[in-house]
């Protein structure tokens, strides 16, 4: 499942890692290629702990990718999940 997702991600790494497109271009593409290849036929999957966390860690795998690091007091840090979750308005990928 996320292996898929992974493969779908590292795809396009150019148009990710880009600074010519803006987030929200990729924050689109990710919600409408890459969330619906990782949860193809998630209704029939058996949510265990362990794969929730797996998806969930993958996504902000991605998020970060995205979103980039932030500069606080002259130095860079990544975002953390709290963060990350109201920059997309709690709406993760297990929801």
Do not use: C
């Not at 803006?22 to 029939?44: N, W």
């Amino acid at each position: 499942m996320t292996a898929l997702g992974i493969k779908a991600y590292y795809a396009n790494p150019k148009f990710f890692k880009s600074r010519l497109f803006t987030k929200d271009s990729k924050l689109k593409l990710y919600r409408t290629v890459i969330r619906p290849i990782v949860s193809y036929a998630s209704e029939t999957w058996v949510l265990k702990e362990n794969i929730i966390q797996k998806v969930l860690v993958f996504e902000r795998k991605i998020l970060r990718g995205i979103f980039g690091p932030t500069k606080e007091n002259q130095t860079w840090r990544i975002k953390n999940n709290e963060e990350l979750d109201k920059l997309i308005k709690h709406e993760n990928i297990v929801d």
